[in-house]
């Protein structure tokens, strides 16, 4: 804390020229009326005291004699006093002259501020002789306040966080006072630059499987700077708590909200994150076939043609070469394009949107587009191989569909292995392209329905 230990003379002559000129125009009127007043005092005492008095007045003085001596004597007395002392103060003279906010060395006027925050306060006086002018003493930093001479307005742009003593001093003819001021300038807040709530997040974009970093950045405080990240929805996004940098590894498409902190000292702030990840480039088509019956096998296609059976309840059933299928049968084939790490990445829709279409190399297969189940029905009128191709987002997925003759038992094809990996991932397939197979009781159709509806 800085408190002034300057003499009340020293103090005094640090108003400056306007006050110094103010005050000498005071004392010269004083002199010169003092002056003008003693040519008149000899005079009068003079008159008074020749007077010659009449004999009766000195045995039996008369009430008009004794009257005269004594009011000259009086008007004497009156003038002589006059030119020896200060005449009493009158409204006009700025003895008057008071802060309109009391305050004392023990109980100072107290202001607050804040760091880099534009500050002002006025000082106001009431009494004064019609002209005052003002000035700051022991001020708390050289060039961070002022004081305008004439409007009494403090003003400044604190740059350093603390308690300040000073004065603000006040004259007005030969009179000064003194306002003792103590200023409280507590430090910045800490704010990041990029503002956010939490109903309006700071909105980020990245791209699955690509590397994506942000930099978050503050101002205020005072101290070290920590950064950290809250609530995080994913291992791939972590924040450097030195530099502020936000890193995403995220390869699941989809919406992540969480927060950033910065610490400074004891102050905190909070940055409010959305981060959207966008799916990869579409390498495929992700496809599901069925037979359309709860409870029965299902099959999903990866892209590249991997087919992995799944019984009723999801369960894997390891890998086949084709899936069967009896002449005159239909299976229901429906899919979606998918990036490297099985993110759908068409436009979703659930009233008719852009949907996968099938094709076969089969010319009398039956294909029709069922909006109801989000699928197409494939009917095999012939029995032999047939190939089938779902195509979406401009990429596709063939596989093989071998359509034995009725009169004899579709046999179904060799596994390979159980629980098998897809070749394009390198990621067990139910982990994520296997779409949840316990919803395959509902239809294959219906579960890419709620798949798309997913993204919206």
Not at 52 to 71: I, L, V
Not at 73 to 97: C, K, Q
Not at 187 to 214: D, M, N, Q
């Amino acid at each position: 804390m800085h408190q002034s230990t300057k003499p009340p003379v020293r103090r005094a002559a640090a108003i400056g020229a306007v006050v110094a000129a103010t005050a000498i125009g005071s004392v010269i009127g004083i002199g010169t009326s003092a002056t003008a007043a003693e040519p008149t005092t000899p005079t009068t005492a003079t008159a008074s005291a020749t007077t010659t008095p009449s004999p009766t007045a000195t045995t039996s003085p008369s009430p008009t004699a004794s009257a005269s001596p004594k009011a000259g004597a009086s008007a004497g007395s009156s003038t002589a006093a006059s030119t020896a002392v200060t005449p009493a103060a009158t409204p006009n003279d700025g003895s008057d002259l008071a802060f309109t906010e009391p305050s004392t060395q023990a109980k100072p006027l107290a202001l607050t501020a804040t760091v880099g925050t534009p500050f002002s306060h006025t000082f106001t006086t009431t009494g004064g002789d019609g002209t005052v002018a003002y000035a700051i003493q022991d001020a708390p930093s050289s060039g961070d306040y002022t004081v305008n001479i004439e409007t009494g307005v403090l003003s400044g742009t604190p740059t350093t966080a603390g308690t300040f003593d000073f004065e603000v001093v006040a004259q007005s003819g030969t009179t000064q006072i003194t306002e003792y001021v103590r200023l409280t300038v507590s430090p910045s807040p800490v704010v990041f630059t990029e503002p956010s709530t939490a109903a309006k997040p700071l909105a980020l974009t990245a791209t699955a499987g690509t590397p994506f970093t942000h930099t978050f950045r503050t101002t205020g405080g005072t101290g070290s700077l920590a950064y950290a990240i809250q609530d995080s929805p994913s291992k791939d996004l972590s924040v450097n708590v030195e530099t502020g940098v936000l890193t995403s590894t995220v390869t699941t498409a989809g919406t992540y909200d969480f927060e950033v902190v910065a610490l400074r000292g004891t102050a905190t702030a909070t940055e409010y994150v959305r981060l959207t990840v966008r799916p990869a480039a579409p390498v495929g088509v992700l496809a599901i076939v069925s037979a359309g019956t709860p409870g029965t096998t299902a099959w999903s296609v990866a892209p590249g043609g991997v087919i992995t059976a799944f019984d009723g309840e999801g369960h894997s059933l390891g890998t086949v070469a084709s899936i069967p299928a009896r002449q005159g049968s239909t299976l229901w084939v429906s899919g979606l394009a998918v990036d490297r790490f099985g993110n759908a990445t068409a436009p979703g829709s659930v009233s008719g949107g852009p949907h996968a279409t099938v094709t076969s190399s089969v010319a009398s297969d039956r294909i029709v587009w069922v909006q109801t189940g989000y699928a197409s029905r494939v009917t095999f009128p012939h029995a032999s191989d047939h190939r089938l191709t779902i195509s979406e987002d401009g990429v596709s997925t063939s596989f093989v569909v071998a359509v034995q003759p009725v009169a004899t038992a579709a046999v179904a094809t060799t596994t390979t292995g159980t629980g098998g990996t897809l070749a394009y991932t390198g990621a067990d397939e139910t982990t994520p392209l296997a779409w949840a197979f316990g919803l395959l009781a509902a239809g294959a159709g219906l579960l890419v329905h709620r798949l798309r509806r997913r993204r919206l």
